[in-house]
């Protein structure tokens, strides 16, 4: 059974950088094939989209992260990244992986909390 195990989460200061993991356990099919995208989820807040990255290498961002996150990819490690810059506490949240295309599987959620 194909899972999206992530990674990276954790305690930052505003200001500060983390990158996220989503790596492929199984991957029947070529893993560069999957298009793929971060979603969070905060307090009390819907899950929102916040970056996307489609099998042909276009991305796109929420205007909350852009110019601050880079989402990106290493087939060859089957795993999915996001770097996050400049944190501020607006960022705290859960974070999960998700593959839509061809198939549409979750990661179980890393959670990233900014705070002096």
């Known amino acids: 059974q194909e899972q999206l195990v992530e990674s990276g989460g954790g305690l930052v200061q505003p200001g500060g950088s983390l990158r996220l993991s989503c790596t492929a356990t199984?991957?029947?099919?070529?893993?560069?094939?999957?298009?793929m995208t971060w979603y969070r989820q905060a307090p009390g807040k819907q899950r929102e989209l916040v970056a996307r990255?489609?099998?042909?290498?276009?991305?796109n961002y929420a205007d909350s992260v852009k110019g601050r996150f880079i989402i990106s990819r290493d087939n060859a490690k089957k795993t999915l990244y996001l770097q996050m810059n400049n944190l501020t506490p607006e960022d705290t949240a859960v974070y999960y992986c998700?593959?839509?295309?061809?198939?549409?599987?979750w990661g179980q959620g890393t959670q990233v909390t900014v705070s002096a």
């Open positions: 199984a991957s029947r099919s070529p893993f560069s094939t999957w298009s």
């Open positions: 998700n593959s839509y295309f061809p198939n549409t599987y």
């Open positions: 990255l489609h099998y042909s290498g276009t991305t």
